[in-house]
Each structure stands twice: as C-alpha cells, then as structure tokens.
C-alpha cells in the first residue's frame, strides 16, 4: 500500500511539475540535489504563507478601519454592510475577479494535498526526494499566482467599498 501511493505520488508530481525547467528535472534525480532543494522548497513554501498571512492582515485591518469610519460618520449600517458583502461579487467586474481568485486556489490545492501528503509521511526515500523535487517549481509558482490573485481580489473589494464611501 505505501510503496502504491509513493508511485502515484510520483507519477502525479511527474505530470504536475511538467512546467519545471527540464535542467531542474535532470538535477532532481540526483538525491542529493534533492534533498536540498527541499530545504529551499520547504522555505518557499513557509514565505508564500507568511506573505498570504500578513496580506490577510493588512486587508482585514484596512477594510475594518474604513468600515468603522462609515460606521462612526453615519453613512454606513450593519444592514448596509452585510448588503455590500452579499453583492460585492455579484456584478460582472465581481464575478470575473473571484473566478480568477477560485481558479488560482483550485490550481494550488492539488500540488499543495500532494506536498502535504508527502511530508506527512516524512519520508526520505529517493522515490519521494524526487518527486517533491519536480512538484516544487510549480508549487511555489501557483503559490506566488495565488497571491497575486488574492491581492487582485482584496484591491477590488478595497477598492469597491471606497466607492460606497465617496457615494454616500
């Protein structure tokens, strides 16, 4: 059973690392080079996240603040608000920016369970050193497109409010 998933785990990162650069593909099957690229991988991977985190955080606090103000000024009701988050992705310029933001996680997720299904076996063999060595360009690029996505989405949203405000 373990031996039939590291197959597929390779073959899968295989497929979805056919976008890595084809010198890297060659420098995967030395162990070695495997082996250390999933230390740079491994800090790629927890910088991606800390990037998401702190981009979480800034949005959060500035759409809060400004929610706030509105609140404060009068211009703005719980029922307003809860109105603007219903419908903020309703219209098409919406819709198009959160389909991109879904396609972008839907495109992460797949090498991101097979990364997270590898390191929970915590194995070193050289059949799993590899294949996270051709998973992991495409990991940390769908993690930056991601990002981007998400920052696209959170700027909408930002920027969707602002026009609220100056409305009214």
């Not at 997270?116 to 940390?140: I, K, V, Y």
């Amino acid at each position: 059973m373990k031996k039939t998933i590291i197959i597929i785990s390779t073959v899968a990162a295989c497929l979805l690392g056919s976008g890595a650069h084809a010198e890297h593909r060659q420098d995967c099957e030395s162990i070695e080079y495997a082996r250390q690229y999933g230390v740079t991988l491994e800090a790629g991977l927890k910088s991606n996240v800390e990037r998401m985190r702190q981009q979480q955080a800034h949005y959060h606090k500035t759409l809060d603040g400004m929610l706030a103000e509105m609140k404060q000024g009068g211009i703005w009701s719980d029922e307003d608000a809860g109105r603007f988050f219903q419908t903020v992705w309703t219209d098409e310029e919406g819709k198009a920016v959160d389909t991109q933001r879904q396609k972008a996680g839907e495109r992460y997720k797949v090498p991101a369970m097979a990364a997270q299904a590898w390191n929970g076996q915590r194995g070193q063999s050289p059949e799993m050193l590899r294949g996270m060595c051709l998973l992991g360009p495409r990991l940390l690029e769908d993690g930056a497109a991601l990002y981007e996505a998400l920052e696209y989405s959170w700027a909408y949203l930002q920027t969707k409010l602002e026009r609220v405000a100056k409305a009214r």
